[in-house]
């Protein structure tokens, strides 16, 4: 995937037992930097969610919330996120995506570390049961990665799952269009594939942005999703 998607984030499932009144489970698909406040100030819960501060709770989203929902972790190794990230903020791609400065910490590692902390502090998040979802998974076997997924939340395997018809293109361009250029590899594509030797080969030639803007990037939180 020669252009930056997501770099880190989780997936927020609702619980089994936690069915809509239509019987449906929520999914949320969020990036971990957006759950605390920049430049590692305190965080308040979300007004919407009713504010305040909640002693103990980094995040902006109040505990009994959290545990509302099963965690994923997705993660993808800064070697290739990164690069991915900074392209988009560089010619030729910056003049469609309109994004002209690298912000390192908008990488969210270390968000993404103190989610998982919390959350295991908390008891949201077993340790002994973790779900981790890794990129390099998903592209080396895209259906043994989301077969594993689906067994891990109770949700039922569908092969239907790693394709999209025209339909599904149409949705998520309207809903990707305010991130122009960001999804576009993803866009232009109709499943979830096996990537080839030479992409692999490609990613690992990525070339790193300038040295003083890499970001504090720490270790590997856990192994993955097994």
Not at 41 to 62: H, K, M
Not at 102 to 112: C, I, Q, T, V
Not at 137 to 156: F, H, Q, S, V
Not at 194 to 216: C, D, G, I, M, W
């Amino acid at each position: 995937m020669s252009q930056a998607h997501i770099l880190i984030g989780v997936l927020w499932i609702s619980d089994k037992k936690a069915h809509t009144s239509q019987g449906k489970r929520i999914f949320i698909k969020d990036m971990a930097y957006y759950l605390f406040a920049p430049d590692g100030r305190d965080t308040q819960i979300a007004p919407s969610l009713g504010g305040g501060v909640e002693p103990g709770n980094p995040t902006n989203i109040p505990l009994g919330v959290l545990k509302k929902f099963h965690f994923t972790f997705l993660i993808r190794h800064p070697r290739r996120s990164i690069p991915s990230y900074w392209r988009c903020t560089i010619p030729p791609l910056s003049e469609i995506t309109n994004f002209t400065h690298f912000m390192p910490s908008e990488a969210g590692y270390e968000e993404l570390v103190r989610l998982f902390d919390f959350l295991i502090e908390s008891g949201v998040v077993d340790k002994r049961h973790l779900t981790v979802l890794d990129a390099d998974d998903m592209l080396d076997n895209p259906e043994g990665a989301i077969k594993a997924y689906c067994d891990r939340t109770g949700i039922d395997y569908q092969p239907g799952m790693l394709v999209w018809d025209e339909e599904d293109e149409a949705y998520a361009a309207e809903h990707f269009a305010k991130w122009n250029g960001f999804h576009d590899d993803a866009l232009h594509t109709a499943g979830l594939q096996q990537r080839s030797k030479a992409q692999v080969s490609s990613e690992k030639a990525n070339p790193l942005p300038p040295k003083n803007t890499h970001p504090h990037t720490p270790a590997p939180i856990t192994q993955n999703m097994c």
